[in-house]
């Protein structure tokens, strides 16, 4: 993965704010995430040089980082004692954990205010931004599979809501027409023709926001962000090691684990293709998906979820679209754009891609049929 330019931050100083029992030596930034400021820093420990992550969380995407802080610190623990208790020698790998800060804190306060986070950086692993095998696609679904069910067993209480209604797609398109109405950047008119396409799907928005609040789904602890480069995958086995990024870790819906799977690891190019020819919902991958995702997932699922697996990957392609053109109209204050009309080229990519999505969705409701 390459590095990203210079240091925003101070990192030297950032340090000294975490217990780390180790001389910090430099730092870059890293990841391709969208949202925080991701920093991988090396230190010296005994003669060793180890890596930690250091990361800003987003004061635009997170309201309330110090209760997400504590959700992330809850779910990790969890993830920790149930991996020992099984005894299992790569614990510690499997996991993020949180490096605690001076005061003892998952979390730690700069002297500007941010909120920062320190993680042990899991070695012998990285994530994909593009999908390279079908092994790539089954090993990530299992495992976010596999984190469902960990997080299905969180004892006390339910985990605090990080980002209110983070995916409820009807609320999302409210949003995009919201955004459609102020126009503050002067951006809606050339935009005429993405706009009409979200408007002509605005009633499947609804479907699942529907069934969750009659009850005909289940609510469960889900991750809520599971694209392709928030899971490790083992650089010798492509096992998938560790789910990062449990910024989302809250109560949601299967379908939605699902759909972003679907999303990022079925089409053959990056989220920011601008040649749209290229983007298509590969089958083979869809197919490894379903096959991953079963197999850790189908002791609990239920049968109106599997029903939706496919109908998923439409769904979170349409909202993430939604959510790319509404930041483009409002300016581009939410995703992180690293090129002129970043936020629409992202828009344009999802579009095709669910469209490539709807054009074979009895063939994807047949393979899901032929799993459970
Ligand atoms: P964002 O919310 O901005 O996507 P992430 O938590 O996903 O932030 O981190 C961004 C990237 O940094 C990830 O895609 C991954 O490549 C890398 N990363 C994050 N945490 C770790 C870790 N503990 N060890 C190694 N790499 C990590
Ligand atoms: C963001 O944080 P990151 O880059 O893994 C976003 C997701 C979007 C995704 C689109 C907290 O994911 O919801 O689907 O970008 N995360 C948040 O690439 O908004
Ligand atoms: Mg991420």
Known sequence: MSAPAQNKHDIAAIAKLFDMRADFVHAHPYGSGHINDTYCAYYDQAGQR??????????????????????????????????????????????????????????AIDADGNCWRTYPFIERARTYDTIESEAQAMEAARAFGEFQKLTATLPGKPLHETIPGFHNTKQRFQHLEDAIAADTHGRAAEVQKEIEWFMARKDEASIVVDLLESGELPLRVTHNDTKLNNVMLDDVTGEGVCVIDLDTTMPGSAIYDFGDMVRTATSPVAEDEEDTSKITMRMFMFEALVKGYLSSAKEFLTDKEVSLLAFSGKLLTMECGSRFLTDYLKGDVYFKVHKDRHNLIRTRSQMALAESIEAQMSEMEALVAKYR
């Open 50 to 107: 180890i890596r930690y992550i250091h990361q800003r969380l987003s004061t635009e995407a997170f309201k309330k980082p110090i209760e997400l802080m504590e959700n992330v610190q809850r779910v990790t623990e969890h993830a920790l004692n149930e991996l020992l208790k099984s005894g299992d020698k790569e614990a510690r790998r499997r996991t993020l954990t949180c490096i605690p800060s001076v005061e003892g804190t998952p979390h």
